[in-house]
């Protein structure tokens, strides 16, 4: 029984991890899509909301699971028994900092291996910060997340201009 873990900060997620953790899923027994809680990035979703948009995404797919994580990589992988890693590869940049991390992973656990799936060549261009700021201008992401992601966001946005508004306006009053 090989198990993979898909670990990213999915934030949030889109049809380019979709798609890797489904073709991940034809490979492995078990594919437990790993929420990074903390990574040194500016989130627009807490982990416990990114979570809840992975886990709708894979509904119906008894083989995918869904579980948040902090700390190292590896490490998790040896407490939930994973024996492989398994990223997504986009342009030619994604292979130099994938391929570092694999071999500072690879010194830190030789036990696991890590396994690279080339996006579908209609999600080369997506990334979650393209995502972001597309919707975060009010564009239209339809083709990029499932609906659950686009209501997600629309909601998350709305609530942030109207949080904007009320600061601007207290500035002006203060
Ligand atoms: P990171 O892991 O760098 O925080 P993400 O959380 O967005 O980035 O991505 C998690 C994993 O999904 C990474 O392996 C990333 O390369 C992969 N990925 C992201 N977007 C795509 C895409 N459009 N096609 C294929 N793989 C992707």
Do not use: W
């Not at 807490?46 to 579980?67: D, N, Q, T, W, Y």
């Not at 902090?70 to 994604?94: E, I, M, Y």
């Amino acid at each position: 029984m090989v198990k993979a873990i898909f670990p990213g900060s999915f934030d949030p997620i889109h049809y380019g991890h979709i798609d890797i953790a489904l073709r991940a899923a034809q490979l492995f027994n078990e594919v437990i899509v790993a929420v990074y809680d903390r990574p040194l990035k500016n989130l627009i979703f807490s982990p416990e909301e990114r979570i809840a948009l992975v886990e709708k995404s894979f509904e119906g797919h008894p083989s995918i699971k869904v579980m948040g994580y902090s700390g190292l990589t590896v490490d998790f992988c040896h407490r939930v028994g994973a024996q492989v890693v398994v990223r997504g590869l986009r342009v030619f940049s994604d292979f130099e900092s994938e391929f570092r991390m694999a071999l500072a992973n690879h010194r830190l656990a030789p036990d696991v291996e890590m396994v690279m799936l080339i996006t579908n060549e209609e999600h080369t261009f997506l990334s979650s910060t393209t995502v972001r700021e597309i919707a975060s201008l009010g564009g239209d992401v339809t083709t990029m997340v499932p609906p659950h992601v686009n209501e997600a966001l629309k909601a998350r946005f709305a609530q942030m201009s109207e949080t904007q508004q009320m600061n601007h306006m207290k500035s002006l009053r203060d």
